[in-house]
């Protein structure tokens, strides 16, 4: 956390969210099961983030508009948009890579049909401030794991050259758009209280749900008690690359009275990647 409330805010107005949609040269014959250095813990563990996107992603989009009219602020109003036409590719760009994942027989329509389903309850039973209070609790996770996908290169090591692209350009447009959502719940809602209780739902949520699907690729391949598996998702999680070690104090932030997105200012991450020359159509 390197700025205050009103710096973070200055630079949330000054972010302009721009929708991509990319050239990537998606080959996938040639694409391994454990494309993420050989590893069968951390490849399902990737695929099964990817099963979160597609629906997780339209409930955003959903929850974000259902508050909007609350917005007088054009430059907000101007980023909803952004921030909708960056997640609609996403859950379309997620949607081919699961239907990709059909080809080791894990059972994709099924937890596609239970994601939709699940999706159809939320936005019944739940009222849009709380869905919108998911969607800035599990925006919250994507940023900080974004910003290990853009910065940890042991995060990175290993991955399959076309399925590292595919998640460095998603990780840069969530860290752009990483505080509409709660821009939005400042204005619409603005409960301390509900944010945090629901981050505590969520956490759990999102945990188990994540387990849950890579369980079921790791049974599909009869890897789930082999223990050399377990030993890797240690390792992952707590050692190299560590991605609970290094996310947990990010993570924690989330929990101040005063917190904002942009009080961690990785805006660099975003004008190296535009540096590298990356081949987009805006949208
Ligand atoms: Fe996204
Ligand atoms: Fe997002």
Same mark, same amino acid.
């Given at each position: 956390?390197?700025?205050?409330?009103?710096?973070? *805010?200055?630079?949330?107005?000054?972010?302009?969210?721009?929708?991509?949609?990319?050239?990537?040269?998606?080959?996938?014959?040639?694409?391994?099961?454990?494309?993420?250095?050989?590893?069968?813990?951390?490849?399902?563990?990737?695929?099964?983030?990817?099963?979160?996107?597609?629906?997780?992603?339209?409930?955003?989009?959903?929850?974000?508009?259902?508050? *909007? +009219?609350?917005?007088?602020?054009?430059?907000?109003?101007?980023?909803?948009?952004?921030?909708?036409?960056?997640?609609?590719?996403?859950?379309?760009?997620?949607?081919?890579?699961?239907?990709?994942?059909?080809?080791?027989?894990?059972?994709?329509?099924?937890?596609?049909?239970?994601?939709?389903?699940?999706?159809?309850?939320?936005?019944?039973?739940?009222?849009?401030?709380?869905?919108?209070?998911?969607?800035?609790?599990?925006?919250?996770?994507?940023?900080?794991?974004?910003?290990?996908?853009?910065?940890?290169?042991?995060?990175?090591?290993?991955?399959?050259? +076309?399925?590292?692209?595919?998640?460095?350009? =998603?990780?840069?447009?969530?860290?752009?758009?990483?505080?509409?959502?709660?821009?939005?719940?400042?204005?619409?809602?603005?409960?301390?209280?509900?944010?945090?209780?629901?981050?505590?739902?969520?956490?759990?949520?999102?945990?188990?749900?994540?387990?849950?699907?890579?369980?079921?690729?790791?049974?599909?391949?009869?890897?789930?008690?082999?223990?050399?598996?377990?030993?890797?998702?240690?390792?992952?999680?707590?050692?190299?690359?560590?991605?609970?070690?290094?996310?947990?104090?990010?993570?924690?932030?989330?929990?101040?009275?005063?917190? =904002?997105?942009?009080?961690?200012?990785?805006?660099?991450?975003?004008? *190296?990647?535009?540096?590298?020359?990356?081949?987009?159509?805006?949208?």
């Amino acid at each position: 956390m390197n700025n205050s409330l009103e710096q973070a *805010q200055q630079i949330s107005a000054s972010i302009d969210i721009t929708g991509r949609k990319m050239e990537f040269d998606f080959e996938p014959g040639d694409i391994p099961r454990y494309w993420y250095g050989n590893n069968a813990f951390k490849s399902t563990f990737m695929n099964a983030l990817s099963c979160l996107f597609p629906e997780g992603e339209r409930m955003f989009m959903d929850a974000v508009r259902d508050n *909007q +009219q609350c917005v007088t602020d054009p430059q907000l109003l101007q980023q909803i948009k952004g921030f909708i036409k960056q997640e609609a590719i996403h859950g379309h760009e997620h949607a081919q890579y699961n239907d990709f994942l059909k080809r080791w027989q894990y059972p994709i329509d099924k937890i596609m049909n239970f994601e939709k389903k699940e999706k159809v309850w939320l936005k019944k039973w739940l009222s849009p401030a709380r869905r919108l209070a998911m969607t800035c609790a599990l925006e919250h996770f994507t940023a900080i794991m974004a910003h290990q996908v853009l910065t940890n290169p042991d995060f990175t090591e290993g991955m399959h050259p +076309q399925f590292k692209e595919m998640w460095r350009w =998603h990780a840069i447009e969530e860290t752009e758009h990483k505080a509409v959502a709660y821009d939005v719940y400042q204005q619409a809602v603005g409960s301390y209280w509900l944010r945090i209780y629901t981050m505590l739902v969520v956490t759990v949520m999102f945990c188990f749900r994540t387990s849950l699907f890579q369980a079921i690729f790791l049974w599909k391949d009869g890897q789930l008690f082999n223990p050399k598996v377990w030993w890797h998702g240690v390792k992952f999680y707590f050692l190299k690359p560590g991605l609970v070690r290094n996310i947990w104090s990010d993570y924690l932030d989330y929990f101040r009275r005063d917190f =904002h997105p942009w009080m961690h200012d990785n805006r660099e991450l975003l004008q *190296q990647w535009e540096a590298e020359g990356q081949k987009y159509k805006a949208v």
